[in-house]
C-alpha cells in the first residue's frame, strides 16, 4: 500500500487522434501531491480513491469521441469508489471516514460542473459533497465503482425505452461487458426470457449466473444467430434488442427481432470511429426496420439525465435499494494497479474480461 502525501494521477492534456492512440498517447501517468484544502470549496469533499472502474467512455473521451468532451488537462475515470479524508466547512452530509461512490453524472469528466477535471484515476479526487452516495455496505470498493454507469445504462435502456414486460424475450448484445451483464441481470429481474450473445464461449459461461436463459455464442465479421434465437423462441423471434455493439451485429440482430420488437441503441462499441462520421459509419438497413414493423429507440442515459434530471430518480433510487440488498452485485473481472493504466485500459478495449475492470490507485505496482 502506498502511504504519506503523494499518489499518482493519470492526465490527459491533449485529445488524441484515436481512442487506440489516446491509450497510448495522451493519458499520462504522473506524481499527485494531496489537493490543499486552501484550495478546494466549503461544499466539496476530498476522496482517497481505492478502485476506479475503467469504463468504455473513458476510453473514447481520450479523443473526443464521446458527447461529453470534458476540456484538459483532465484526469479521466468517470466512476470510483473510496474514502472521504477531508471536508469542506459548509458539508453537512457526509462524515470524514465515510465509505463512498462517486456519482459520475454529477463529477468527474461525465459531469458539467467545475469538477470535470477530477476523475477517478488517482490517488484522490475532489467532488461536490452531493455528488458522492454512501458505499451499498454488502459491496466491496470495486463492485461500487462498478455500480451506477452499468446498471443506470441497462434501467434506461430497458425500462424507459424498451418498457420490458414479464415474459417477454430479451436479446442482449455485448452480454460479457460491462453493459450487457447489467442489462443481462435487469432484464431477468424484469420478468424477461433473456438471451446472451457473446463471441467467447468461455466468457459467456460466466454470463448465466446473472440471469441469462439462453448463451449463443457469436463469432467473426458476420455474426450469426438470428435462426437459433428464432428456434428458441418457436420462430416469432425477440421482443427486445439491447445493442451496445453497432455494425453487424445489429443487422444480424434485426433479423432476430419479433414483428413489432423494440430495437434499442445503447452504443457503438464495435464502430468507435463512428462518431466522426467516418468510413465506420453505424447504419441499419430501413428495410427490415419497415417490414418488421420496428420501434428503434436510441438510449442515452447520461445525455437524458443533463437534458430533464427529474428521468433520473426512479432508476437510481431502485439501484441502490437492490445493491443496499445485496440483490445487485456489479461483476468485476479483472484488478491492476493504477502504475498499469495502460495495460488496463488496452484489456478494456480488447473485451479480455468479462463484466469491469478496475484499477487500485493504493496497490503497489507488482499486485494485480
Not at 485529445?15 to 492512440?21: E, Q
Not at 482517497?48 to 475503467?54: G, I, K, S
Not at 469528466?109 to 458522492?132: E, I, K, N, T, Y
Not at 463492485?143 to 441497462?154: M, P
Request: one cysteine or more; aromatic letters at 6%.
Amino acid at each position: 500500500m502506498t502511504s504519506g502525501s503523494t499518489g499518482l494521477c493519470a492526465v490527459v492534456r491533449a485529445l488524441a487522434t484515436s481512442p487506440l492512440a489516446g491509450i497510448d498517447d495522451a493519458v499520462e501517468l504522473e506524481p499527485q501531491p494531496r489537493p490543499d484544502p486552501a484550495d478546494l470549496a466549503a461544499d466539496d469533499v476530498l476522496v482517497e480513491v481505492h478502485a476506479a472502474n475503467v469504463g468504455w467512455v473513458d476510453l473514447l473521451m481520450t479523443s473526443g469521441q464521446y458527447q461529453h468532451v470534458p476540456e484538459p488537462p483532465y484526469t479521466p475515470g468517470l466512476e470510483y469508489a473510496g474514502v472521504v479524508v477531508w471536508r469542506g466547512a459548509a458539508v453537512t452530509s457526509v462524515e470524514v471516514g465515510a465509505r463512498v461512490i462517486a456519482d459520475g453524472l454529477r463529477t468527474g469528466p461525465r459531469s458539467l460542473g467545475d469538477h470535470r477535471r477530477w476523475g477517478g484515476f488517482a490517488r484522490w479526487a475532489v467532488a461536490p459533497a452531493d455528488a458522492v452516495l454512501p458505499l451499498p455496505a454488502p459491496l466491496s470498493f470495486d463492485e461500487g465503482a462498478c455500480l451506477l454507469g452499468g446498471s443506470e445504462t441497462a434501467y434506461h435502456a430497458l425500462v424507459h425505452r424498451a418498457r420490458v414486460q414479464p415474459g417477454e424475450t430479451v436479446l442482449v448484445l455485448g452480454a460479457t461487458g460491462s453493459t450487457g451483464l447489467a442489462a443481462v441481470a435487469l432484464a431477468k429481474r424484469l420478468g424477461a426470457t433473456v438471451i446472451a450473445v457473446g463471441r467467447s464461449v468461455a466468457k459467456l459461461a460466466k454470463v448465466g449466473a446473472y440471469g441469462a436463459d439462453h448463451l449463443l455464442q457469436s463469432a467473426g465479421d458476420t455474426p450469426r444467430f438470428a435462426a437459433e434465437v428464432k428456434r428458441l423462441t418457436e420462430g416469432r423471434g425477440a421482443d427486445v434488442i439491447y445493442d451496445p455493439l453497432g455494425g453487424a451485429a445489429s443487422i444480424e440482430a434485426l433479423r432476430a427481432a419479433a414483428f413489432g420488437a423494440r430495437f434499442v441503441v445503447v452504443g457503438w462499441s464495435s464502430t468507435p470511429q463512428a462518431a466522426r462520421g467516418g468510413r465506420e459509419a453505424n447504419v441499419l438497413p430501413t428495410n427490415l426496420i419497415l417490414m418488421k414493423g420496428l420501434d428503434v429507440l436510441g438510449s442515452p442515459a447520461a445525455i437524458s439525465v443533463h437534458r430533464d434530471p427529474s428521468v433520473r430518480s426512479e432508476r437510481l433510487a431502485s439501484i441502490l435499494a437492490w445493491a443496499n440488498a445485496g440483490e445487485l452485485r456489479p461483476h468485476v473481472g479483472a484488478t491492476f494497479p493504477l502504475s498499469a493504466l495502460p495495460a488496463a485500459m488496452h484489456a478494456k478495449w480488447a473485451g479480455a474480461h468479462v463484466g469491469n475492470i478496475v484499477v487500485h490507485p493504493l496497490a503497489a505496482a507488482d499486485d494485480t
